[in-house]
């Protein structure tokens, strides 16, 4: 039973100051999760971040040299921000690599994400590499999203552009 | 008597602190220091290092803020500084929390999946 097992736990690491890696073991087969993390009526359903937020738009194109789109808006207040990219690698079941950056980036740096699905007894390991050009870009994205701190730089944006 | 480390711009400064995290000696120097105060030579004690191998260490730690030497007694003992530590701690903690809450609702949509499917199979064998 799913239930009695322990929470499985993220596991996160710095191993340089421009990278970010995370594995997660996902009790489902990689096939599945391999759907949940590409498939956009999937992907809306989980990849949300805090409570309060949705995703609106959620475009994927995923092949080679194709692009993806995603929109997450802020429920309360409506306010939205968004993430694209290119993929560089697609292939099903087992990896995929893609460029990304925000919409709306006072920090423009791009991103390198590989996400690879290994199954082992019908769980699946997930690990997400994410590679930034600057240490800034690092800092930038970690501060941003659905963050206070995005919130906040949102704000600084409007009132530049103002 | 401030660190070096914290003048500087925060983003700088995490970057500094990572940096200096990366290095399992200089965890284990810090770890010692977690349980008090130290000297040079009893930091290098525990390690199969010379005394200028530790020092070279301690400047990184210093340079981080993550400790402080005191300049005025003889031995110059070296001490924690928690400020740096929390401060990338806090870092990854926000960024834990946005992805351990995606998993979760991950973990409860491949749920729901796994039960529909075995419902839709034990019905097909019922059918039979």
Known sequence: MMSAQAKPELAIATPSDREIVMTRVVRAPRTLVFDAFTKPELIKRWLLGPDGWSMPVCDVDLRVGGTFHYVWRNDSDGKEFGLHGVYREATPHERVVHAENFDQSWYPCDVIVTTAFAERVGSTTVTMAQLFDSREGRDAAIESGMEKGVAASFDRLEEILA | ?128
């Open chain 2, 1 to 128: 008597m401030e660190p070096i480390g914290y003048g500087r711009r925060s983003a700088e400064r995490l970057d500094a602190t990572f940096t200096a995290l990366a290095d399992p000696t200089r965890r284990a120097i810090l770890a010692r220091l977690a349980s008090g105060e130290a000297s040079v030579l009893e930091l290098a004690l525990p390690f199969a290092m010379s005394q200028p191998a530790i020092s070279k260490h301690l400047k990184v730690l210093e340079r981080a803020g993550l400790i402080s030497r005191s300049r005025d007694a003889q031995r110059r003992p070296c001490r924690l500084e928690t400020k740096p530590l929390t401060e990338a701690s806090g870092w990854l903690a926000r960024y834990r929390e946005r992805w351990e809450g995606n998993f979760a609702r991950l973990d409860a949509l491949l749920g729901e999946f796994q039960n529909d499917a075995k419902h839709s199979k034990r019905a097909t064998r019922q059918k039979r």
